[in-house]
């Protein structure tokens, strides 16, 4: 207790957590890393947090955690309590392999000591094979289920799933929704079928939702309710996970996912057109508002739900209710802020608009981005310049924005009832050491913030490369007016090129070109 304040003395949810042992599967993700961090720094008299990884790029599990603590949202802790970063244990395994690929000893030791047991590991791609989406979200879970009943001290078990699971209602409350088929029918289908029959039949199971990771989301609720018999069980829902709002420090964001990936490809240039809906809820949530909220979630289910066994809550941890804030408006709000952050190295000056119609949506696609990227390639290759392929860029930004477009077409009605009724049980310091209230973010505030760490955490450019960037974001806006008048007298010179008037226009524009262009170098000077 010396390395604790005296708020976090006084706090019931760092008491809770006082020299209790803790499980995590999926501490390598966005969301784990930040529920270690914030733990740590909160809850620093935890006595162990056992952090599940697996073996990857030839790395075992110890190394991999040396890795893990070695990011910049751990450094506060370095210099404030480095101790406490020893209490972080790796624990060798796999969510897909039988038993967590755990060994005997491990098993004894997760058996012997853990009594919180957060459960955030999945794959998070929408175009995953169902196979394999089953094998890490629906058996995952099973495996995680199957350890917990072996925990003696077993207190809580908090499993992450996603607003989304039930994304084919417009109205979901914290409810379970059955599946039309039973989780067990898919694990045994998926024994028998080979590959192809299962892509085949992938449409027909899914159905009415987008894609595999909502549905198995779904089945994996489903397989808790059906299997975690007296286990103290919550779900945790959170909608679209974003950069940090307050912790571990503002706008941290590790990953490409959702609309960071958006940000970036705006702010580069890249994405110029975009399928949506302006009038409808962007149902964001901050992912440190996501990890109070767990970890809150789990207190509560420890603490005041004892002896109501099979009674799973749910929690939809969204802001569509509570703050509203629409695609359109994302749009107004942070096209001003790329320009004011622009990248040290853009392809375009930042432009275009998203499109309501998908007909007006291809044509942009074809002009704006398929065309352009081979026309460049093109010219990169006669001029023997190696560099990397727009065309590969835009195949790979084309696959992440159309797995998106349901989300930004449409928009969900999730209740937030129990989300609600546990910011209530939150007394003294704990409404401010595990805030979760979505109500009390400033969304232009919160975009600045998102924008500038995307561009710190992400694209790894420092602040003091700031004076660069708007050089280069200045010629980037010099050639892009060039290409349009260019285009402009292009169309015009083919119609009209046997008149004088038009040719002597035409060479005049090439000579003003090449004088500006001489000059655009000569003021910005290179990248």
């Not at 109500?439 to 998102?450: F, S, V």
């Amino acid at each position: 207790m010396a390395d604790e304040t005296e708020e976090q003395k006084n706090s019931q949810i760092v008491s809770f957590f006082r020299d209790r042992s803790v499980f995590i599967t999926g501490g390598s993700g966005f969301m784990g890393k930040v529920l270690v961090e914030k733990l740590l720094r909160t809850c620093s008299g935890v006595r162990n947090i056992y952090v599940l990884l697996r073996n990857k790029k030839g790395l075992n599990a110890r190394q991999r955690l040396e890795e893990l603590l070695d990011i910049k949202i751990f450094d506060r802790l370095k210099i404030e309590n480095p101790r406490v970063l020893n209490k972080v244990i790796a624990v060798s395994g796999d969510i897909t392999e039988d038993g967590l690929g755990l060994s005997e000893t491990d098993v004894k030791t997760l058996v012997r000591e853990v009594s919180v047991v957060f459960h955030c590991a999945a794959t998070v791609k929408f175009d995953e094979p169902l196979r394999a989406s089953v094998e890490f979200n629906l058996l995952g879970t099973r495996r995680v289920i199957h350890l917990c009943r072996k925990m003696g001290n077993l207190k809580a078990l908090i499993h992450v799933s996603t607003a989304y699971a039930n994304c084919n209602r417009y109205e979901v409350d914290e409810v379970l929704y059955d599946c039309p088929i039973k989780p067990q029918q898919i694990v045994d289908a998926m024994e028998w079928m080979d590959d192809d029959i299962i892509n085949e039949m992938t449409p027909k199971l899914i159905g009415d939702r987008p894609n595999t990771y909502t549905y198995t989301k779904a089945l994996a609720e489903n397989l808790l309710s059906e299997e975690c018999g007296s286990l103290p069980v919550a779900i945790v829902r959170p909608s679209i996970v974003t950069a940090a709002w307050k912790e571990p420090c503002r706008g941290w964001i590790d990953n490409l996912n959702g609309p960071t990936g958006l940000i970036l490809a705006s702010s580069k240039g890249f994405l110029r057109t975009m399928l949506f809906n302006p009038n409808a809820t962007a149902d964001l949530i901050p992912v440190d508002t996501v990890i109070n909220l767990m970890i809150t979630v789990a207190w509560y289910t420890a603490t005041r739900q004892q002896g109501r066994q099979n009674d799973i809550l749910i929690y939809n941890c969204t802001s569509g209710l509570l703050n509203p804030i629409t695609w359109g408006e994302i749009e107004r709000v942070a096209f001003p802020i790329l320009l004011k952050y622009p990248s040290v190295e853009g392809y375009r000056y930042p432009g275009g608009a998203f499109k309501t119609s998908k007909l007006a949506n291809d044509i942009c696609l074809f002009f704006e981005h398929h065309l352009l990227a081979h026309v460049l390639d093109t010219v990169s290759a006669l001029f023997s310049r190696k560099s990397r392929s727009i065309v590969k860029i835009y195949a790979k930004l084309h696959k992440a924005i159309k797995a998106l477009d349901f989300f930004t077409m449409y928009q969900w009605r999730f209740k937030v009832n129990n989300v609600l009724m546990l910011c209530d049980q939150l007394e003294g310091p704990d409404k401010h050491l595990f805030n979760f209230d979505i109500r009390d973010l400033d969304w232009p505030t919160y975009w600045e913030d998102y924008v500038v760490g995307a561009r710190r955490y992400v694209l790894k450019e420092e602040d003091n490369t700031l004076p660069q960037a708007h050089k280069s974001l200045r010629r980037l806006y010099y050639y892009e007016r060039l290409k349009d008048i260019f285009l402009i007298l292009s169309f015009w010179y083919l119609f009209l090129r046997r008149n004088q008037t038009a040719h002597l226009m035409w060479q005049s524009f090439i000579h003003l070109s090449r004088s500006l262009l001489s000059n655009v170098f000569r003021i910005t000077g290179p990248n």
